[in-house]
């Protein structure tokens, strides 16, 4: 049983450059999560799906998009990647319980470097 | 709107002494609060929640955590802290029409021998 996978594991990245995280769920969860972390300042809601072709952003989403065209594939890309954009991704998924989201399952996390 | 607070971004204890991690909360319903642990170079993990009943919740681990809505806390103790517990520690909170996790920033916990 995977779970939650995530990849790439690490990348660096120059000023200006574009690339996709990928993110792949085998435990059939409706919903799925982006989130960034940094230093100090715990996780920030970049965008979520409730379920395949529902996508809604988060609280940081600019400077990134996603989609999600089956239950499985979360992809979070990056176009004109900058600086701030340095962080720790992580992908989560849950179940929908009836007053809101379940235990979150996550990734091991990328980890992302902007030169 | 809603909003987590944990007080303390480091906390050090001795091994065998009593663990508490603040947080408290802010919600306009309410609310579901749950505790993660971030272990070094890994993803969180939950270690208890709480969504309605029994406001005393038990995690893994030996935490355990009091959700109080007169003081708008869930702090997680645990009575004897053993090096393993040293991690990064996340209050979240969710509530019904939710459809995500809001996280606080993190409490570091160290545990000295």
């Known amino acids: 049983n995977a779970g939650v996978t995530q990849t790439p594991k690490f990348r660096i990245l120059k000023i200006g450059q574009s690339m996709t995280l990928q993110c792949a769920q085998d435990?059939?969860?409706?919903?799925m999560y982006w989130y960034r972390q940094d230093p100090g300042m715990g996780l920030k809601l970049i965008y979520y799906?409730?379920?395949?072709?529902?996508?809604d952003k988060g609280e940081v989403p600019n400077g990134y998009n996603v989609s999600r065209s089956t239950t499985e594939d979360f992809p979070l890309r990056l176009e004109l990647a900058a600086p701030s954009q340095t962080s720790v991704y992580f992908c989560?998924?849950?179940?929908?319980?009836?007053?809101?989201?379940?235990?979150?399952?996550f990734g091991e996390g990328s980890r992302l470097t902007v030169l | 709107a809603q909003s987590v607070t944990q007080l303390g971004s480091h906390v050090s204890v001795s091994e065998g002494a009593l663990v508490l991690l603040r947080c408290n909360y802010s919600?306009?319903?309410?609310?579901?609060l749950f505790w993660y642990v971030q272990y070094p170079n890994q993803g969180l993990q939950l270690l208890l929640k709480?969504?309605?009943?029994?406001?005393l919740v038990k995690g893994i681990n030996g935490f355990e955590a009091e959700f109080k809505k007169s003081e708008t806390s869930f702090h997680l103790t645990k009575p004897s802290a053993h090096m393993s517990d040293a991690a990064e520690y996340f209050c979240?909170?969710?509530?019904?029409?939710?459809?995500?996790?809001?996280f606080g920033s993190g409490t570091r916990l160290q545990v000295q021998p």
């Open positions: 989560a998924s849950t179940i929908a319980l009836a007053g809101g989201p379940g235990e979150l399952f």
């Open positions: 435990m059939n969860h409706n919903y």
């Open positions: 799906s409730v379920g395949a072709g529902i996508t």
């Open positions: 919600s306009s319903v309410p609310p579901y």
């Open positions: 709480y969504t309605t009943g029994a406001t």
């Open positions: 979240a909170v969710s509530g019904p029409g939710r459809r995500a996790l809001t």
